[in-house]
């Protein structure tokens, strides 16, 4: 898998900003809230630029009976439409627990290249990604370290929503 | 990124059958019809259930201002709506180009595991795909043998609508 693409610098570490981890908490809360009348996993996320927050959602994949509503593209598309521009250069992406394959590669299709996300893969149980032989390090380097994340912020307090174990994994 | 997910045994080569030859032909058809309107690139995707076509969809992502809204998303969406659920097993993907990360995925969360399509990406040019030191065998790999594929079929004719290049790749 090493070729060509993964030739870039990687990127300066990621210190998340008070609006950032702000926001993140805040959208922790809200999958905590809606696991407590839904029951768990849920998923949230954010898109935010700067300290100003364009876009919240949730995950609505059984709502819309569409498998690719996963909070994050819900967020994107929100965000661009809000925006009125697919191009979300220079916006945070902000979730609850660690994006997918899926949501990673749609948040570069929006050129965003900065990430913060609670629940990390390698605390979760089985079934949140597709190709999982992989991890988000992999990705990035295959990328061309296009983009620069940190994972892990405010873990254990959402970690209990990812644990009691949803066959499919995309509620 | 070789651990313990690409476990699983090499499925079956893909033949493709008169039904998927004749949907992947049509689609294609309809790409180049699309592009000779709007101009080029045109991505064009099929849901198919034995000989049934469960839904057929173009890329919308300039349509909807939505990143994620490539055909092949659109198209399993259209599906999962159609049918009233979101597993989708058992029915093949067709697509007029190979499909990016973001969609492998998606027909993933959606427990496709077959898949045809016709322009193969060391065909294309640049632009396509957002983790590019992998391609769809090593995804394929990763997933544990989770999917089978087969590119290039009917891939001549389709060839001239992903040369000129569109810097997004999204159109």
Redesign the interface.
């Known amino acids: ?6 030739a870039g610098p990687m990127p300066d570490p990621v210190i998340p900003t008070a609006p950032e981890r702000q926001a993140l908490s805040e959208i922790c809360d809200w999958a905590l809230r809606l696991a407590e009348g839904e029951g768990a996993p849920k998923f949230t996320a954010a898109i935010l630029h700067g300290d100003a927050e364009i876009a919240r959602a949730r995950n609505e ?2 709502a ?6 996963h909070a994050e ?1 819900v967020a ?2 929100a965000a ?2 809000r925006l ?3 191009d ?1 250069s220079g916006h945070t992406l902000l979730s609850s627990c660690q994006p ?3 949501c ?3 948040m ?3 050129r965003i290249d900065r990430l913060i996300f609670a629940a990390r893969r390698e605390s979760l149980g089985a079934g949140f990604f ?5 991890d988000i390090g ?2 990035a ?4 370290h ?1 983009f620069a994340y940190l994972g892990g912020v405010g873990e254990a307090r959402v970690l209990p929503l990812y644990r009691p174990q949803d066959e ?1 994994g ?1 509620a």
Chains 1, 2 share one sequence.
Request: net charge positive; glycine share 8%.
């Open positions: 898998m090493r070729r060509g693409a993964d994949v059984a819309t009976c569409d498998p690719s509503r593209i994107i598309a661009a439409r009125g521009r697919r979300l997918c394959e899926m990673l590669a749609a570069r299709w929006a597709q190709f999982g032989a992989l992999d990705l380097r295959a990328s061309g296009a499919s995309d």
